[in-house]
């Protein structure tokens, strides 16, 4: 059974993108055109980067790269680099996925405390459990809906 970061047909993973994000704007976890990614082909890839403008004034900045697994009739591709920059706006940095690099050779997450005065933590995060983008903005929503009340008296404050 393939997992869901398995190499997967580009074409299908484009489908399953749009739908997650209309999924996600339906929900009202995403804004109305808040979809600022663009998605370009690179050598041997899919880059797909840019802005996604969330509700409670989220912000998830995207990074990920697809790299090309097969080419042919059927052309699959994987995500081979990523990072998922979640900021409440007027706030600071919320958290951070990112996958594998020079000072972090593994998946990782780094959280801050917009909300106090704790400097962050980072945390290994299991391969296969590492989200998608779909799954990022989800946990954000979720937190945002949560603390809501103390992030707009914060915001007042300011």
Do not use: N
Request: net charge negative; proline share 5%.
């Amino acid at each position: 059974m393939a997992g869901k970061h398995s190499p997967i047909a580009v074409g299908r993973y484009l489908e399953i993108h749009a739908t997650a994000m209309r999924t996600l704007e339906r929900d009202g976890r995403v804004l109305p055109d808040g979809d600022g990614l663009t998605i370009e082909p690179v050598a041997r890839g899919l880059l797909i980067e840019g802005r996604v403008h969330c509700a409670g004034s989220l912000i998830v900045e995207v990074w990920k790269l697809l790299a090309i697994a097969r080419e042919g009739p059927v052309t699959t591709a994987q995500t081979t680099s990523y990072t998922y920059q979640v900021m409440v706006d007027g706030l600071g940095d919320l958290f951070r996925y990112c996958g594998p690099h020079k000072h972090r050779p593994f998946h990782h997450k780094h959280t801050y405390d917009v909300l106090g005065d704790d400097a962050g933590a980072w945390v290994k995060v299991d391969p296969e459990e590492r989200p998608t983008l779909s799954e990022v903005i989800w946990e954000a929503s979720e937190w945002y809906f949560k603390h809501a009340d103390q992030i707009e008296a914060r915001r007042a404050s300011k």
